[in-house]
């Protein structure tokens, strides 16, 4: 891709980030395109819909949490950094998943994703094992779930109340179920 060409499309990323936590998952993509400087013809030559943005925004979303995990740092901080840096996004990653149904490449490309964010969290959780944090048998498919889990608890109406709280106690039950 020319230079100019890949400019235009990180400033549709950038602009389809910003527009979707400001105005969440049914911004007009117009709006995106709009924010970015160019116009819908060089929006959907690069995307080619609203999921296919989301897809790459949620893939540097991983790729940034990947870069700021401590390999030291123990499980529970590395469970509560994680849950902490998606806030933001967990309600498009709700609506994202609600549409990836309907869509078989999509679909593909989500469980790409997934499989890359087990990649990222296996060594952590390995060492999580060895030093006896969490059960010999833990899997990271489990400790995944227990992430959803504890994100579940922040779109649901308790999430009213502090959502380190929140945090607090569902990393508690889900370290529990983890345990040796």
């Given at each position: 891709?020319r230079?100019?060409?890949l400019?235009?499309?990180?400033a549709l990323?950038r602009a389809?980030?910003?527009?979707?936590a400001?105005s969440g998952?049914?911004?007009?993509?117009e709006?995106?395109?709009?924010?970015?400087?160019v116009?819908?013809?060089?929006l959907y030559r690069n995307f080619?819909?609203?999921l296919?943005?989301l897809?790459?925004i949620?893939?540097?979303?991983?790729?940034?949490?990947?870069a700021?995990?401590d390999?030291a740092?123990?499980?529970?901080?590395?469970?509560?950094?994680?849950?902490?840096?998606t806030?933001?996004?967990?309600l498009?990653?709700?609506r994202?998943?609600?549409?990836?149904?309907k869509?078989?490449?999509?679909?593909?490309?989500?469980?790409a994703?997934h499989?890359?964010?087990?990649?990222?969290?296996?060594?952590?959780v390995?060492?999580?094992?060895?030093?006896?944090e969490?059960?010999a048998?833990?899997?990271?498919?489990q400790?995944?779930?227990?992430?959803r889990?504890?994100?579940?608890?922040?779109?649901s109406?308790?999430?009213?109340?502090?959502p380190?709280?929140?945090i607090?106690?569902?990393?508690?039950?889900?370290l529990?179920g983890?345990?040796r």
């Amino acid at each position: 891709m020319r230079r100019d060409a890949l400019e235009r499309r990180e400033a549709l990323i950038r602009a389809a980030a910003a527009c979707f936590a400001e105005s969440g998952y049914d911004v007009p993509l117009e709006d995106i395109a709009d924010r970015a400087g160019v116009g819908r013809g060089t929006l959907y030559r690069n995307f080619r819909d609203r999921l296919d943005l989301l897809l790459v925004i949620f893939e540097r979303e991983i790729d940034a949490i990947g870069a700021e995990l401590d390999p030291a740092a123990p499980l529970p901080v590395l469970l509560r950094q994680i849950v902490r840096r998606t806030l933001g996004t967990r309600l498009l990653f709700a609506r994202l998943t609600l549409d990836l149904a309907k869509d078989d490449a999509h679909f593909a490309a989500f469980h790409a994703l997934h499989g890359r964010m087990t990649a990222i969290l296996h060594p952590f959780v390995t060492r999580a094992r060895e030093r006896g944090e969490i059960r010999a048998d833990a899997t990271t498919e489990q400790v995944m779930l227990g992430i959803r889990m504890i994100s579940a608890l922040l779109k649901s109406p308790l999430a009213e109340r502090d959502p380190d709280a929140l945090i607090t106690e569902g990393l508690d039950l889900v370290l529990r179920g983890l345990a040796r």
